[in-house]
């Protein structure tokens, strides 16, 4: 799952405890951020890079089984340590998706990261393969199976998924066709791995991390495999980390999210103070369900034109544009806006840019790829699915379906590049995790599946907010304080907590 909901989005797309305890052992003082193997310089004016964030690239094998054969370049990026005195070491941003950029969530993030933590860590990412600066992979899609509605299997407004099964043998067989080694490349196992030939090339014994949404994956797989080359590790928005469904459990936790979400987009829609911006749209929070439900019916009846030449809105698109709007809180105006407009007879709805077009052919490959790659899914009948989306449009008429709809992944070539990886609680014990009791995409449910999984490894900041992503980016001065005292002192809870 990614925490932003962009053109990237991966098919896919808790009084205040008082914080105290546990001092975990630090790094120890690392190679300084000059005696580095890689050549940093200026970024590329796309990063749209802070001050002082530098760039470099890292060579990494295309296949790890043939360390000699041929090698693709990935985007690194950094923020460096402006205190020798206070530095313990690296700190690794790691996103979410698959398919979102860390050198673009270092730019995002990295000024507030570096304020919290003050001088501790050089702040680290990079691009993995597949995504942004680095190497890209390529399906040869046709534009009109790389809409995010297309991705994303929405049945038809009737509950039909003849076209989600053609689609999906499509753009399976045109993956097999036109991915390649690149293609195949796109796995989870592959980006850390490729995290760890970053680590070496950073000169540093171990690392700190902050990871988030798909990311957490990435980071709790590095700490099984890694474990001792992990310091003060954040896992921020974690899903179910079961080995046997990886991101088919997590496509179908997104209608559980959805609904654990939907109150808090109410509670806003139906408060008086939207009157005055024309928002509020209806008078008690529970009529704004039925009246977004009834709105997305019509429109898939009767679709509406839209500011976008040749796009219309309809029912489907209405409903994947409420998918990101509850990512945060910050979106509800733009999302509230497009209802409005959309119940006017004389106003012409704008979409949202990520619904506007199509996404460009090596993104939609990202998007697929990991998740395909990673775990085998079913081969199941076009009847078994049309029974198990007409049971879920009963059960969570929100996302109508299309959490539990056939994929490309059911028709993908090859299968599963490797044997998926299994989260125990063997290591140390230097895991914080963080999570929203309300997330739609990583629900909180999901969450305590990796709690579980981790054991006395971790330890659980719950926080009583909505939205995806808790870090930086709710404003809850308890969960924000609980992840820098960590990073900063190496303090955790003495047990899990929940901050109100």
């Known amino acids: 799952m990614t ?48 001050p002082g964030q530098q760039c470099a690239k890292l060579s990494v094998p295309l296949d790890y089984a043939d360390p000699d054969g041929p090698r693709i370049q990935l985007a690194v990026s950094r923020i460096a340590s402006t205190r020798p005195d206070v530095r313990r ?16 969530r270092l730019a995002l993030k990295g000024a507030a990261l570096a304020g919290e933590t003050g001088g501790a860590y050089d702040l680290v990412a990079f691009d993995p393969r597949g995504v942004g600066g680095s190497a890209k992979a390529t399906c040869g899609l046709a534009a009109a199976d790389r809409w995010m509605v297309t991705l994303r299997s929405w049945p038809g407004a009737d509950g039909s998924v003849d076209d989600n099964v053609a689609r999906s043998k499509r753009t399976a067989e045109a993956c097999a066709r036109n991915g390649g080694a690149m293609l195949r490349g796109l796995t989870t196992a592959n980006q850390v791995r490729d995290l760890d030939r970053l680590r070496q090339a950073l000169g540093e014994r171990r690392l700190s991390a902050w990871s988030v949404s798909y990311g957490t994956y990435v980071a709790a797989a590095y700490a099984q495999k890694f474990p001792g080359r992990t310091d003060r590790w954040v896992l921020d928005s974690s899903n179910d980390p079961d080995p046997g469904r990886v991101a088919r459990g997590w496509l179908e936790g997104m209608a559980q999210g959805a ?29 704004v369900r039925p009246l977004v439900l009834d709105l997305a019916a019509r429109l898939d009846r009767a679709p509406r034109p839209t500011s976008t030449s040749g796009v219309a809105l309809t029912g489907t698109m209405l409903l994947q544009a409420l998918q990101q709007a509850l990512y945060s809180d910050a979106a509800f105006p733009a999302f509230g806006r497009l209802v409005a407009t959309a119940l006017d007879p004389k106003g012409t709805p704008v979409l ?34 049309e029974r198990a989306v007409a049971a879920e449009r009963v059960r969570h008429p929100l996302t109508a379906g299309m959490t539990v709809n056939v994929t490309p992944c059911a028709y993908w070539k090859g299968g599963a590049v490797e044997k998926p990886v299994r989260i125990t609680d063997r290591g140390p014990s230097n895991i914080l995790m963080i999570q929203n009791l309300r997330d739609p995409s990583t629900p909180y449910g999901k969450g305590l599946a990796m709690r579980r999984a981790l054991g006395d490894r971790a330890r659980l900041v719950s926080v009583d907010h909505g939205g995806h992503g808790v870090y930086l980016g709710n404003g809850n001065a308890c969960g924000d304080g609980a992840v820098t005292r960590f990073l900063t002192e190496g303090v955790r809870p003495d047990g899990d907590v929940l901050c109100r």
């Not at 070491?89 to 673009?104: A, N």
């Not at 609904?259 to 009529?287: K, M, N, T, V």
């Open 259 to 287: 609904e654990d979400r939907f109150p808090d987009f109410a509670a806003w829609a139906s408060h008086p103070d939207r009157s005055d911006a024309g928002l509020r749209l209806a008078q008690r929070p529970e009529d």
């Open 352 to 385: 949202p840019p990520e619904l506007a077009g199509p996404m460009p052919d090596d993104a939609a490959a990202i998007t697929m790829g990991v998740i395909c790659n990673d775990v085998d899914w079913p081969r199941k009948s076009v009847r078994s699915y």
């Open 3 to 50: 925490a932003n909901p962009g053109r990237s989005a991966s098919l896919l797309g808790l009084s205040v405890a008082i914080v105290a305890g546990l001092g975990l052992a630090g790094g120890g003082v690392a190679a300084p951020a000059s005696a580095t193997g890689l050549d940093w310089g200026v970024c590329d004016p796309g990063v749209k890079a802070l």
């Open 89 to 104: 070491g690296t700190l690794m941003v790691i996103p979410g998706g698959p398919g979102s950029s860390g050198v673009q």
